[in-house]
């Protein structure tokens, strides 16, 4: 820079000049300066400097302005980056546990919908409203599956004839959103060919009341298979992994832990490869009849959202940073999804803390039922109007923050 000063006193002395330098965009003028100059009689020409004034508009307007601003940002960025702290997430997980730990409605600590879900969402709200924000939330109806058991048992026409009792939770389990019921001594089809279960005519074979084995595969959801299966009479349904999702041998031997979306009014229940694998190989030696026996029951619950906005920021570019505040009914839930939930938590209250000012606003979101189906999530789209969908520009969604490979 002061080689450039030394260039224009070089050339532009002894003059006294006063010379208008405009710039303008989209026709609206935005500055104007007048920089002054002695003249010298040697070099005082137009050409000089017009070279000047362009060394000075890449010098001030390309280099130093954008360089300002960047630091600025990033300074303020790095900040608030820094102000998230380790100890501040493990405070809301140690809280989140002691919620769960104090439920009342079970034997186990859980953060379900009907557990400590809304003693969770309470703690998340008063967090926010103590560093200034305004948090409101969005109510609507789930349906909870409870699961009390079941039986699942084999014979076959072989010689010798085989017979098997299935052991819950170690061979299978009941699906969650399974129907309640029972289907005895009925006889075990598969899917036929290539056919995956995707589609109608995969199940035209089947005779009403047969058990129907279906491998698992990401064609198309567990739901879907099992609305067809339903849709053609089919007594119960049995869903086992494929080879590639099995992998090495610990993964054989364990229950798919997937479940339905919705509710379907079969027994359904999930099985280890290996059992998946010793059915298909007794179909091959002759009749398997099946006899599963399901107890479920469906309760309809009210259950919410929570939302805080960040004050400023462009309304029509709003950026959803969310999380999942419901565990399983199995447990309290402190990764799955208690990592995400205080990770956002002590991101909002930071955000607020150093008064940071974000170029589109923030929606802090904390769904619920999102282990009965994303169905918090879901709900808060459908409630959108064109409009307002339009109004997004970005979802962030935080889920097992705690394993190390966030979602």
């Given amino acids: 820079s002061s080689d450039l000063s030394s260039l224009v006193r070089g050339i532009m002395a002894e003059t006294e000049e006063k010379i208008p330098l405009s710039h303008s965009q989209d026709g609206v003028e935005?500055?104007?300066?007048?920089?002054?100059?002695?003249?010298?009689?040697?070099?005082?020409?137009?050409?000089?400097?017009?070279?000047?004034?362009?060394?000075?508009?890449?010098?001030?307007?390309?280099?130093?302005l954008p360089v300002l601003l960047l630091d600025t940002s990033a300074e303020s960025e790095n900040k608030l980056a820094n102000s998230v702290s380790e100890e501040s997430i493990m405070r809301h997980l140690q809280m989140l546990n002691d919620i769960a730990e104090n439920n009342t409605n079970s034997l186990t600590p859980s953060r379900s919908v009907l557990n400590q879900y809304n003693a969770s969402a309470e703690y998340i709200i008063s967090a926010l409203r103590e560093v200034g924000y305004e948090p409101y939330t969005q109510a609507f109806q789930v349906p909870v599956n409870m699961e009390y058991g079941g039986s699942f048992s084999i014979q076959t026409d072989t010689n010798p004839p085989y017979s098997r009792s299935y052991v819950q939770k170690f061979d299978f389990d009941v699906m969650r959103y399974s129907g309640n019921g029972t289907a005895a001594q009925r006889t075990l089809k598969t899917l036929s060919g290539d056919a995956v279960g995707c589609d109608e005519d995969n199940y035209s074979d089947l005779i009403e009341g047969d058990v129907i084995l279906i491998q698992y595969n990401t064609n198309c959801t567990y739901y879907d298979k099992a609305?067809?299966?339903?849709?053609?009479?089919?007594?119960?349904?049995?869903?086992?992994?494929?080879?590639?999702?099995?992998?090495?041998l610990p993964s054989r031997s364990r229950v798919i832990g997937a479940n339905l979306t919705d509710f379907i009014d079969l027994p359904i229940v999930s099985a280890t490869y290996g059992v998946g694998r010793e059915l298909l190989n007794l179909m091959n030696?002759?009749?398997?009849?099946?006899?599963?026996?399901?107890?479920?029951?469906?309760?309809?619950?009210?259950?919410?959202?929570?939302?805080?906005?960040?004050?400023?920021?462009?309304?029509?570019?709003?950026i959803v940073f969310g999380s999942h505040l419901d565990s399983v009914p199995?447990?309290?839930?402190?990764?799955?999804?208690?990592?995400?939930?205080a990770t956002n938590l002590e991101v909002a209250i930071q955000v607020a803390k150093q008064k940071f000012s974000p170029t589109n606003k923030v929606r802090f979101a904390w769904w619920?039922?999102?282990?009965?189906?994303?169905?918090?999530?879901?709900?808060?789209v459908e409630m959108l109007g064109d409009d307002e969908k339009g109004n997004h520009s970005l979802n962030l969604n935080f889920d097992m923050l705690g394993i190390g490979r966030a979602v």
């Fill in 30 to 64: 935005t500055s104007s300066r007048y920089f002054s100059f002695k003249k010298r009689t040697a070099v005082k020409t137009t050409k000089w400097l017009v070279i000047v004034l362009i060394i000075l508009l890449v010098v001030l307007v390309g280099v130093l």
């Fill in 227 to 248: 609305k067809l299966a339903a849709d053609a009479n089919v007594g119960a349904i049995i869903f086992y992994w494929n080879e590639i999702n099995a992998g090495l």
């Fill in 285 to 318: 030696m002759g009749t398997v009849e099946v006899s599963i026996e399901t107890l479920t029951s469906v309760t309809i619950a009210w259950t919410y959202n929570v939302f805080a906005d960040t004050a400023g920021g462009r309304n029509d570019r709003i």
């Fill in 330 to 341: 199995e447990g309290p839930g402190i990764n799955d999804n208690g990592s995400g939930s």
């Fill in 368 to 380: 619920g039922g999102e282990e009965l189906g994303l169905l918090g999530s879901k709900h808060y």
